[in-house]
Each structure stands twice: as structure tokens, then as C-alpha cells.
């Protein structure tokens, strides 16, 4: 049993945003509110003091690549989750492209006992929409969904056949599943690399059109329509997408979307010293693309910031450029990110809090990103003006691979508590 | 040459031509020249300037011209040298540039010229291993050695190319060579014009300071230089065009194209060529032709960087 006191508060699911205090206690919320209203078996408690640090709900990652079972010397499940509980995460969403793939339920219950044996956090897993992510057959769904999945999505790879996908969409919605879209039409990728456009021209790379994301974009949303399924993009990278997806809301579809503090922060001019860890699926795009993805986070047409953490080996990144691994690390550099964008006045301190925590619990429908009274207390302590120059050899992940190593930025995780308990502290 | 005074060469690595000044342009050009004439006069070809010195020629993607014109380039200032080739390289068994060149750095060459199918792969082995690099090709990237070997055979025969017309002709989009000629071409002043099927000529290549053109006819009209690229089949087979049958009809510069240029218009190929697919042999082999002289001047180009970036200092 517990107080925190002193903090500013930011629930946004609740509509907090005031000091207050919040108690807990049986690693479950008791009260937010006002000290003076606290209820009389807390007066006399332990109290955390959260002086000049924001208090949240603790924050929700969609997209996460933790590797294991299989592709363990890039990450594991525990080191994946204390990266999380670094960044200020307590509920994380791990990707299937993992060996095995995790196109069933032996996978999906591996990965969760897992989790819940050695990991700090809570681990939910997204299963495969197609067997071994191939894009030919359904994966088992069903069978995954009894042992716990979140969402379906073949990430790492895109359906290519309509048909398929259709079917997909079909059979989620018996289970009430969003289907996680990772955008990629191959044939227009071909061998690309980074953007294309004037930068690809410039730096002699293979380019990935914007239209390559789009156009899988288009058709999945016609889908959603015609088939009534819950659809989230990931990582959405481009200026179309953002209007197609607020289109799509307007027309009532279930529609969302993601991005990633990469593709919030950074452009494809960063492809400059063909250094690989500015490579991933979909690329940086452009100034304007990235100018029109901080609006639609900004007005809520994509509700959440998820990290598409991608941890890989150093000598999957130190080398040619187009042989290099795509993605990057970022659980642990996120709110850094997010805050400099707070910090530029592109989002609220609130609207920041909302795409870490409500936006993203909505689109799996978890009761997890709120401080209400009687849920898990899972919370996030940070301070905004704090400075941390980002030093990859201090990262709890096993990947070192980050866009955003030796860059200066304020702010700072400073407690990350779940189910009540203090799991990382800065 | 080697007893002339040296004056300071301000780079450790010629990875690609935005890094020259139009002063290092002419330095290079001036070199090659001086070079050029020292070996004419000679009857045995060879002078001690990198005497001791270790060039280690890393060709990671088969390259038959390059090569020999490194190679030659080197031999002639009494280098020492080791060939690495694509078929001999770990490379080909997985392994990465990073730990291909550390091993290698421990032969302590002196520079690397390195050929590879990938671009950037010079910066990031010039980054790393922070050794002289001379980048031979790096994917689609750039090929700066071919473009200023390009540039002295044109200063050749007129004496700049400040304010003419030059035209490249061909798969833009994939050729390193018409890249680096296109940015070094611009920093000289010439006004370049880049033509080919729009499938291999984007519109957002006319950043890179050309002017587009889809019709040969035009894009030769007036123009003092037209510079053929070779064309390969294997973008056929990728759809970028229809049939090499077609390709000739619409980009193959022939007799009839070389009446509309200039009169006395020089005509270029970086070889290997496609006769009767990109250029009709009489043009090839007629006077205006310069394509032998670029690969004699290959040589006199390689060795002026050579000896920049390795020779006595002063």
C-alpha cells in the first residue's frame, strides 16, 4: 500500500490532467484524486514522491519484435521486456516473425508462459495471419486466440493476395481480432532500400516508392469495408496514408493507425552516410510525409506511437547498406522522441500521453492505459526536463541498433511500476 | 613529375564527385595531363612515385576495364598490389565489407580501390577502417573516376565545357556513370540534358541538374557531346522495356542522330558497348568518336588520383 504524491497526472482515458495523488494497493489502483479527498486507510502510507515528474498510465507498445523463441542472440523475451520497462512500457505487443513463426497456439502459449515466468511486463502476443507468414494459407486463428493473441499480422511480410486477405478479415472478425496491416507491395519495392525520390536519386540507393505502402493501403481499406473487419495500419510512413486513413474513419470504417517515433523524428535525407541504422521497412520518407504523420497523430487519425523495436545483431547493421537488416531499436528511446515533439509544440504533453497509452489500448481492446479506480497499477513516472543523451551501450536491449545514438534530448523515464510494483527505476 | 612541387591535395578518399571543388577537378585533370606526357616521352612506362606503397584492388563485382586500367594505373607508378576479386572474395561466403576489410587492413595497404555491386560500400569502408579509398563503382551510385577520365577526353578535343551541351543517353536510373558525369559535367558548367525510356529516367532525376528528354531527336539536337550508356538486357527482362528491337528504334544513336548534333559533335560510350543497341558502329568507330581515347585517358585519370591521395608530399 502506497501513495504517489506530488505528480502531475495524465490520464487521458480518465480525463486527468492535474496534480493529484493516486493510491495503490494489491497492485491495483485505489484512488486518484485530490490528497485531501484520499480515503483515511491511506493517510497513513507509504508515500512516492513524483516531484516535478509527469505521472501516467503505464505505456502500451503495439508493435515489438522480441525474437524469441528462435532469434534469441538478437533479443529475448526478457531482455525485450526489461528494454520495455526502461522505456516506460508495461504492455508490449510482440510480433510472430519469429522461428517458428507463431502461426499457432504452441507458439503463442510458449511466448506467454514465458513471459509471465520471466518478464516484468505484461507480454501480449500478435499471431500470424498466414501459415509461416507466407501469404498462402490461414494461419490457425483460432486456436491462437484461446491462447491469448491480441491481433493477427503477418508483420515483416504483407499478404499479397486479396483474396486472402479478404478471408482474414473474414474470420478475425468471429474472434473480434484487429488484423495489424504491414503495408508492402513487392513488386513496387523491388530491390529498394531507402525513399525514393530526389534523396534515393542523390545517394545512388534503390528507392521504395511511398506508392508501394499506399496502394496496399487502398486496397485494405476497401477491404475493412466490405468486410466489416477492425483494420490497424502499422507504422504508417507516408502523407497519403494519413488522409486515407482519416478518410476511411469519416466513412466510419474501423480503421486505425500507428507510427513510429522514427518516422516522427527523422527523414530519408538521413540516409546520407549509408549508415544502416537508418534502414527499415517502410523507409524514412520525406519532410512533408513526416509533416503529415505528426498532424494526423496530432489530430488522433493515427492513435498511437508504437516503437516497431527491431533489435538486431551488430553485424546485421555494420555493413553495405542494402545488405543491412531492416529496423531499428526503439523501446528505449521513445518517449525522448515523443517529447521533442512536445517540445516543438507538434502534440501535447496530453495528446503524447493519449498515443502511448488510451490510443493504443483501444485498438486491442485492453482495459490496460487508465488510471481507473480498481484496475491494474500500472504507471509511468517521468520527468520532461531531464537530459539524456541517448548512449546505445547503457540499452537494457540486446539491439544496439538506433537512429537516434549519441542525440541529446530532454526528458527521462524515471520510475516504471506494474501490478504496483517498481519494475525499473531511473 | 615526381620531382615537380607538389601542391596539396585536400582529400583522403575520392568516393564520389561532390566532394571536388572545381579546383581539385582541374588539379586532377592537370595531373593526369602531366602524367600523360611523362609516359609518352618515356620508352620504358613505369616511374618510382608509389614505390613501397600497397594498393589493394578489392573488385567485389566482375569489372574487366576498371580493373586492368587500376591495375595498370598502379604498375606504372611502381606500386605494389594485390588483386582481391569477387569470385576469390569471402564476400561471396557471407561475409560483410566490415570484417573483409579488417582482415585485409591488416595486409597495412595503403589504399583501397575498391568495385562494388552495392552503393555507399566505399564511404563505409573509408569510415571504418580510415584508409585512403578509391571508390571504382559502387552500385548505382557513382563511378568518379570514369566521369573525370570522361571529362579529360572531352577537354581533349575542346577546350571546356562551360556552356555546352552535353547529352547522356540511355539507363539512367542504374548508371553510376552517367551519375557522376551528370554531377561532375554540372560543377563544370556544362548544360546537361539526360534522355531515355521514362521507365529508366524518372522525372526526380532532373535534380541531379539535368534537363529530361524521352525523344532521342531532341535531346541530340544542337548538342556538343552525346554520351551513350550501355543498356542491359537484364532491364528487359525486368520490364523496364519491351524488346531490345524496341529500344533500338527509340534510343539507338546512329548516323541520321549525329547529323542533328553539332557539327564536329564528340561522341562517348564507357564500353562495354551494344553495337546496333545503344550506338550503330559507324558512329562508334568514326572521328568523333572518343571512345578509345577514354580508355587510354582511364589510366592517365587513375594515376593522377593515385599519386594525389599517395605520392610524396612537396
Given at each position: 500500500?502506497?501513495?504517489?504524491?506530488?505528480?502531475h497526472v495524465?490520464?487521458?482515458?480518465?480525463?486527468?490532467?492535474?496534480?493529484?495523488?493516486?493510491?495503490?494497493?494489491?497492485?491495483?489502483?485505489?484512488?486518484?484524486?485530490?490528497?485531501?479527498?484520499?480515503?483515511?486507510?491511506?493517510?497513513?502510507?507509504?508515500?512516492?514522491?513524483?516531484?516535478?515528474?509527469?505521472?501516467?498510465?503505464?505505456?502500451?507498445?503495439?508493435?515489438?519484435h522480441?525474437?524469441?523463441?528462435?532469434?534469441?542472440?538478437?533479443?529475448?523475451?526478457?531482455?525485450?521486456?526489461?528494454?520495455?520497462?526502461?522505456?516506460?512500457?508495461?504492455?508490449?505487443?510482440?510480433?510472430?516473425?519469429?522461428?517458428?513463426?507463431?502461426d499457432?497456439?504452441?507458439?503463442?502459449?510458449?511466448?506467454?508462459?514465458?513471459?509471465?515466468?520471466?518478464?516484468?511486463?505484461?507480454?501480449?502476443?500478435?499471431?500470424?495471419?498466414?501459415?509461416?507468414?507466407?501469404?498462402?494459407?490461414?494461419?490457425?486463428?483460432?486456436?491462437?486466440?484461446?491462447?491469448?493473441?491480441?491481433?493477427?499480422?503477418?508483420?515483416?511480410?504483407?499478404?499479397?493476395?486479396?483474396?486472402?486477405?479478404?478471408?482474414?478479415?473474414?474470420?478475425?472478425?468471429?474472434?473480434?481480432?484487429?488484423?495489424?496491416?504491414?503495408?508492402?507491395?513487392?513488386?513496387?519495392?523491388?530491390?529498394?532500400?531507402?525513399n525514393?525520390?530526389?534523396?534515393?536519386?542523390?545517394?545512388?540507393?534503390?528507392?521504395?516508392?511511398?506508392?508501394?505502402?499506399?496502394?496496399?493501403?487502398?486496397?485494405?481499406?476497401?477491404?475493412?469495408?466490405l468486410?466489416?473487419?477492425?483494420?490497424?495500419?502499422?507504422?504508417?510512413?507516408?502523407?497519403?496514408?494519413?488522409?486515407?486513413?482519416?478518410?476511411?474513419?469519416?466513412r466510419?470504417?474501423?480503421?486505425?493507425?500507428e507510427?513510429?517515433?522514427?518516422?516522427?523524428?527523422?527523414?530519408?535525407?538521413?540516409?546520407?552516410?549509408?549508415?544502416?541504422?537508418?534502414?527499415?521497412?517502410?523507409?524514412?520518407?520525406?519532410?512533408?510525409?513526416?509533416?503529415?504523420?505528426?498532424?494526423?497523430?496530432?489530430?488522433?487519425?493515427?492513435?498511437?506511437i508504437?516503437?516497431?523495436?527491431?533489435?538486431?545483431?551488430?553485424?546485421?547493421?555494420?555493413?553495405?547498406?542494402?545488405?543491412?537488416?531492416?529496423?531499428?531499436?526503439?523501446?528505449?528511446?521513445?518517449?525522448?522522441?515523443?517529447?521533442?515533439?512536445?517540445?516543438?509544440?507538434?502534440?501535447?504533453?496530453s495528446?503524447m500521453?493519449?498515443?502511448?497509452t488510451?490510443?493504443?489500448?483501444?485498438?486491442?481492446?485492453?482495459?490496460?492505459?487508465?488510471?481507473?479506480?480498481?484496475?491494474?497499477?500500472?504507471?509511468?513516472i517521468?520527468?520532461?526536463?531531464?537530459?539524456?543523451?541517448i548512449?546505445?551501450?547503457?540499452?537494457?536491449?540486446?539491439?544496439?541498433n538506433?537512429?537516434?545514438?549519441?542525440?541529446?534530448?530532454?526528458?527521462?523515464?524515471?520510475?516504471?511500476?506494474?501490478?504496483?510494483?517498481?519494475?525499473?527505476?531511473? | 613529375?615526381a620531382?615537380?612541387?607538389?601542391?596539396?591535395?585536400?582529400?583522403?578518399?575520392?568516393?564520389g564527385?561532390?566532394?571536388?571543388?572545381?579546383?581539385?577537378?582541374?588539379?586532377?585533370?592537370?595531373?593526369?595531363?602531366?602524367?600523360?606526357?611523362?609516359?609518352?616521352?618515356?620508352?620504358?612506362?613505369?616511374?618510382?612515385?608509389?614505390?613501397?606503397?600497397?594498393?589493394?584492388?578489392?573488385?567485389?563485382?566482375?569489372?574487366?576495364?576498371?580493373?586492368?586500367?587500376?591495375?595498370?594505373?598502379?604498375?606504372?607508378?611502381?606500386?605494389?598490389?594485390?588483386?582481391?576479386?569477387?569470385?576469390?572474395?569471402?564476400?561471396?561466403?557471407?561475409?560483410?565489407?566490415?570484417?573483409?576489410?579488417?582482415?585485409?587492413?591488416?595486409?597495412?595497404?595503403?589504399?583501397?580501390?575498391?568495385?562494388?555491386?552495392?552503393?555507399?560500400?566505399?564511404?563505409?569502408?573509408?569510415?571504418?577502417?580510415?584508409?585512403?579509398?578509391?571508390?571504382?563503382?559502387?552500385?548505382?551510385?557513382?563511378?568518379?573516376?570514369?566521369?573525370?577520365?570522361?571529362?579529360?577526353s572531352?577537354?581533349?578535343?575542346?577546350?571546356?565545357?562551360?556552356?555546352?551541351?552535353?547529352?547522356?543517353?540511355?539507363?539512367?536510373k542504374?548508371?553510376?556513370?552517367?551519375?557522376?558525369?551528370?554531377?561532375?559535367?554540372?560543377?563544370?558548367?556544362?548544360?546537361?540534358?539526360?534522355?531515355?525510356?521514362?521507365?529508366?529516367?524518372?522525372?526526380?532525376?532532373?535534380?541531379?541538374?539535368?534537363?529530361?528528354?524521352?525523344?532521342?531527336?531532341?535531346?541530340?539536337?544542337?548538342?556538343?557531346?552525346?554520351?551513350?550508356?550501355?543498356?542491359?538486357?537484364?532491364?528487359?527482362?525486368?520490364?523496364?522495356?519491351?524488346?531490345?528491337?524496341?529500344?533500338?528504334?527509340l534510343?539507338?544513336?546512329?548516323?541520321?542522330?549525329?547529323?542533328?548534333?553539332?557539327?564536329?559533335?564528340?561522341?562517348m560510350?564507357?564500353?562495354?558497348?551494344?553495337?546496333?543497341?545503344?550506338?550503330?558502329?559507324?558512329?562508334?568507330?568514326?572521328?568523333?568518336?572518343?571512345?578509345?581515347?577514354?580508355?587510354?585517358?582511364?589510366?592517365?585519370?587513375?594515376?593522377?588520383?593515385?599519386?594525389?591521395?599517395?605520392?610524396?608530399?612537396?
Amino acid at each position: 500500500m502506497y501513495v504517489i504524491i506530488n505528480g502531475h497526472v495524465i490520464d487521458p482515458a480518465n480525463n486527468v490532467n492535474r496534480k493529484c495523488v493516486i493510491a495503490v494497493e494489491k497492485g491495483k489502483i485505489a484512488f486518484v484524486g485530490n490528497r485531501r479527498n484520499l480515503p483515511v486507510e491511506f493517510k497513513k502510507a507509504d508515500v512516492m514522491d513524483a516531484s516535478g515528474c509527469y505521472v501516467a498510465p503505464g505505456f502500451i507498445d503495439l508493435h515489438v519484435h522480441l525474437r524469441e523463441p528462435g532469434l534469441e542472440y538478437k533479443e529475448t523475451i526478457v531482455t525485450g521486456a526489461r528494454a520495455a520497462a526502461a522505456g516506460g512500457f508495461t504492455t508490449i505487443v510482440c510480433m510472430p516473425n519469429t522461428e517458428p513463426v507463431n502461426d499457432g497456439g504452441e507458439v503463442t502459449n510458449f511466448i506467454r508462459k514465458k513471459a509471465q515466468r520471466e518478464a516484468s511486463i505484461n507480454v501480449l502476443c500478435a499471431g500470424a495471419i498466414s501459415k509461416n507468414l507466407e501469404g498462402k494459407e490461414l494461419a490457425r486463428i483460432g486456436e491462437m486466440k484461446e491462447a491469448g493473441i491480441v491481433a493477427i499480422t503477418d508483420d515483416g511480410h504483407c499478404v499479397m493476395n486479396a483474396g486472402l486477405m479478404r478471408r482474414a478479415m473474414e474470420y478475425a472478425n468471429g474472434f473480434d481480432l484487429p488484423l495489424f496491416i504491414h503495408a508492402q507491395d513487392y513488386d513496387l519495392c523491388m530491390s529498394g532500400v531507402m525513399n525514393e525520390g530526389e534523396n534515393s536519386v542523390r545517394f545512388g540507393l534503390p528507392g521504395i516508392p511511398a506508392a508501394a505502402e499506399d496502394v496496399i493501403v487502398a486496397r485494405d481499406i476497401e477491404l475493412a469495408a466490405l468486410t466489416g473487419a477492425r483494420v490497424h495500419f502499422c507504422h504508417a510512413s507516408t502523407a497519403r496514408q494519413a488522409r486515407m486513413i482519416k478518410d476511411a474513419q469519416r466513412r466510419g470504417l474501423k480503421i486505425t493507425g500507428e507510427v513510429t517515433p522514427h518516422h516522427l523524428a527523422l527523414t530519408d535525407e538521413a540516409c546520407s552516410t549509408y549508415d544502416a541504422d537508418f534502414k527499415m521497412y517502410p523507409p524514412l520518407r520525406t519532410s512533408n510525409d513526416r509533416k503529415a504523420l505528426r498532424k494526423a497523430l496530432a489530430e488522433g487519425v493515427l492513435c498511437a506511437i508504437a516503437t516497431d523495436h527491431a533489435p538486431h545483431a551488430e553485424n546485421e547493421k555494420k555493413c553495405e547498406f542494402e545488405i543491412a537488416a531492416n529496423g531499428v531499436v526503439g523501446l528505449e528511446t521513445a518517449l525522448n522522441v515523443a517529447l521533442s515533439l512536445v517540445e516543438r509544440k507538434t502534440l501535447s504533453l496530453s495528446q503524447m500521453v493519449y498515443a502511448f497509452t488510451e490510443g493504443p489500448a483501444k485498438v486491442i481492446g485492453s482495459a490496460a492505459g487508465a488510471l481507473s479506480a480498481g484496475s491494474d497499477a500500472d504507471i509511468t513516472i517521468f520527468s520532461t526536463s531531464e537530459k539524456t543523451v541517448i548512449d546505445t551501450a547503457k540499452f537494457h536491449s540486446k539491439g544496439k541498433n538506433s537512429p537516434f545514438k549519441g542525440m541529446e534530448f530532454k526528458g527521462k523515464v524515471k520510475k516504471t511500476i506494474f501490478h504496483g510494483k517498481t519494475i525499473y527505476e531511473d | 613529375m615526381a620531382r615537380r612541387k607538389k601542391k596539396a591535395f585536400p582529400h583522403k578518399a575520392i568516393l564520389g564527385i561532390e566532394a571536388l571543388s572545381v579546383d581539385d577537378v582541374r588539379y586532377i585533370i592537370d595531373t593526369a595531363r602531366n602524367l600523360r606526357s611523362v609516359f609518352k616521352r618515356r620508352r620504358i612506362k613505369k616511374t618510382p612515385a608509389l614505390q613501397g606503397r600497397t594498393v589493394l584492388n578489392l573488385f567485389l563485382e566482375p569489372s574487366t576495364r576498371t580493373r586492368v586500367s587500376f591495375e595498370l594505373a598502379e604498375k606504372r607508378l611502381s606500386a605494389d598490389i594485390i588483386n582481391i576479386a569477387a569470385a576469390s572474395s569471402a564476400i561471396v561466403k557471407g561475409e560483410s565489407i566490415f570484417d573483409t576489410g579488417r582482415t585485409l587492413l591488416a595486409m597495412s595497404p595503403d589504399l583501397i580501390v575498391i568495385r562494388h555491386k552495392m552503393g555507399g560500400s566505399p564511404h563505409f569502408l573509408h569510415k571504418h577502417l580510415e584508409i585512403p579509398v578509391i571508390n571504382a563503382g559502387d552500385g548505382i551510385n557513382q563511378h568518379p573516376t570514369q566521369a573525370l577520365l570522361d571529362l579529360l577526353s572531352i577537354l581533349d578535343r575542346i577546350d571546356t565545357v562551360e556552356g555546352k551541351t552535353i547529352t547522356i543517353v540511355g539507363d539512367i536510373k542504374h548508371s553510376r556513370v552517367a551519375r557522376s558525369n551528370v554531377l561532375l559535367l554540372k560543377k563544370m558548367g556544362a548544360k546537361v540534358r539526360l534522355c531515355g525510356p521514362p521507365t529508366l529516367l524518372q522525372p526526380e532525376y532532373a535534380t541531379l541538374g539535368g534537363e529530361i528528354f524521352y525523344d532521342l531527336k531532341q535531346a541530340v539536337e544542337g548538342a556538343h557531346v552525346v554520351m551513350m550508356l550501355r543498356v542491359q538486357l537484364e532491364r528487359m527482362k525486368m520490364g523496364y522495356f519491351p524488346t531490345t528491337n524496341e529500344y533500338r528504334r527509340l534510343y539507338c544513336f546512329t548516323a541520321k542522330h549525329l547529323k542533328l548534333a553539332r557539327k564536329n559533335a564528340l561522341v562517348m560510350h564507357p564500353g562495354p558497348m551494344n553495337r546496333w543497341v545503344e550506338i550503330e558502329p559507324e558512329v562508334a568507330d568514326s572521328e568523333n568518336s572518343l571512345i578509345l581515347d577514354q580508355v587510354a585517358n582511364g589510366i592517365s585519370i587513375r594515376m593522377a588520383l593515385l599519386y594525389l591521395l599517395l605520392g610524396e608530399k612537396g
